[in-house]
């Protein structure tokens, strides 16, 4: 099984080329498609000088349904998701697909990611809770990244895993429908991952195959909005497959909105307001 990569681009050509000469041209990669997503930089062409297979959507419509209309460009038998500021470290590309090669059951498949300092992300998560929800985002996955250590070693199955470099497999992926494009950015992983779940798939996290991320340059010029649209994408995923979404909802204003106190208290207005922003838009939903 050759996989092919994935990767939704929207205003990367800073970060393009790290990613691209991590999977164009290996050996154990069948095709890199780079879906465009209405970059106002020239994301495009620097793919294109990469020599990835570029695709251009016809609006920005996030990044789920970047995914989706790449995947639709492909007809490998499985996809790995690459987010524009990561990369794929040597020969992880093929030991995720031997992986699920080798496991039937297994829909997804991700690994270790750090950041370029070293500083290990969390990648294998929990479904949320009412207590961990007030922990969310941030506190909440290195606490289950603790848990996943202490208590499921040896065993790969996980609720869900972060899509930096996240592996999934096409027919398990076509039969749920691929990413709900009503998530525009976070969490739609998450919602992917309980579907998959609820048809009989498994989710999976080994060691061993490493990528780097740096994290966040997709909403560096506008955290405000990063913090609102995870917020959007968290209820959102929480109302469809959690039993008590009117109480994590509730744990989730409370800490958003205690670190929006925390930052007012401390003089830092601007991160403030963009938590209360958050906070509001989770008691929306």
């Known amino acids: 099984m050759k996989p092919a990569v994935v990767v939704v681009a929207f205003n990367s050509a800073g970060v393009l080329p790290r990613c691209l000469a991590s999977v164009v041209g290996a050996d154990d990669v069948s095709d890199v498609v780079v879906v465009d997503n209405c970059s106002p930089d020239d994301s495009a062409e620097v793919a294109a000088r990469a020599g990835a297979r570029v695709v251009r959507a016809a609006d920005n419509r996030g990044f789920g349904a970047g995914c989706n209309l790449g995947v639709e460009a492909t007809n490998a038998g499985a996809v790995m998701f690459l987010n524009p500021d990561a990369a794929a470290g040597p020969g992880t590309v093929d030991g995720l697909a031997r992986h699920l090669e080798s496991h039937p059951r297994a829909a997804v498949v991700a690994s270790s990611v750090r950041h370029p300092s070293g500083r290990p992300e969390p990648v294998r998560r929990r479904f949320p809770s ?6 969310e985002p941030g506190l909440a996955a290195r606490l289950d990244e603790r848990w996943y250590r202490r208590h499921a070693r040896g065993r790969p199955q996980v609720d869900w895993v972060v899509a930096a470099a996240m592996l999934v497999r096409r027919t398990a992926f076509d039969a749920v429908g691929g990413f709900d494009e009503s998530f525009f950015l976070y969490c739609e992983e998450l919602d992917l991952c309980a579907r998959l779940r609820d048809a009989g798939w498994e989710v999976h996290w080994v060691d061993g195959f490493p990528s780097s991320h740096e994290s966040g340059t997709a909403t560096r010029a506008l955290p405000g909005a990063g913090k609102v649209a995870w917020a959007e994408g968290f209820m959102r ?14 744990s989730v204003v409370l800490g958003l909105g205690g670190r929006a106190v925390a930052w007012r208290v401390l003089g830092k207005r601007a991160r403030s307001r963009d938590w209360a922003s958050a906070a509001r838009s989770a008691l929306a939903g």
């Not at 009412?130 to 922990?135: D, I, K, N, Q, S």
């Open 130 to 135: 009412v207590a961990r929800a007030a922990l």
């Open 237 to 250: 995923a929480t109302r469809r497959h959690q039993r008590h979404p009117s109480l994590i909802r509730a």
